[in-house]
């Protein structure tokens, strides 16, 4: 079960990605969730039907170890199949709808602050790191 849920949501997550860069680089989220879908659309597809052809042989074994993971196949082949059609339809639309670019947006008061101490922090970590005798860049 665990096997299979990472399957369903790597697929989600590849495709999410995508659209969310080109919302990144100022596209409205309809045309990002469009233009993201078609370009790793092919690549979620050929990766599902390669996790779908290494089942195949479970699928086919004979003897009790067969009967044992037929099961486990059929599954885990099933959720493949249904991931790859969710996340090259299903995925899409909902980015469209749910995401927004966030560079747009207005952040609070606090906001502000955190990012500037945030980003102090990250500079004096890598000062201290590039200075060790042990970290070398």
């Avoid at 949501?9 to 879908?37: C, Q, T, W, Y």
């Avoid at 290494?54 to 009790?64: A, E, K, Q, S, T």
């Avoid at 196949?73 to 995401?99: D, E, G, K, Q």
Wanted: proline share 4%; aromatic share 8%.
């Amino acid at each position: 079960m665990t096997i299979s849920t990472g399957f369903v949501v790597d697929d989600a997550i590849v495709v999410m990605e995508n659209i969310s860069r080109h919302l990144e680089n100022g596209m409205k989220p309809f045309a990002a969730a469009l233009k993201g879908a078609e370009e790793i659309g092919f690549t979620v597809f050929t990766i599902s039907i390669s996790l779908i052809a290494v089942f195949i042989p479970l699928l086919l074994m004979g003897g009790i170890v067969g009967r044992l993971f037929r099961e486990f196949a059929v599954t885990l082949s099933t959720a493949v199949f249904v991931s790859m059609i969710i996340s090259l339809t299903t995925t899409p639309m909902m980015c469209a709808y749910l995401l927004k670019n966030e560079r747009s947006e207005k952040h609070g008061r606090i906001y502000t602050p955190a990012r500037s101490s945030s980003t102090g922090y990250c500079r004096c970590i890598a000062a201290a790191c590039i200075g060790s005798s042990t970290i070398r860049p």
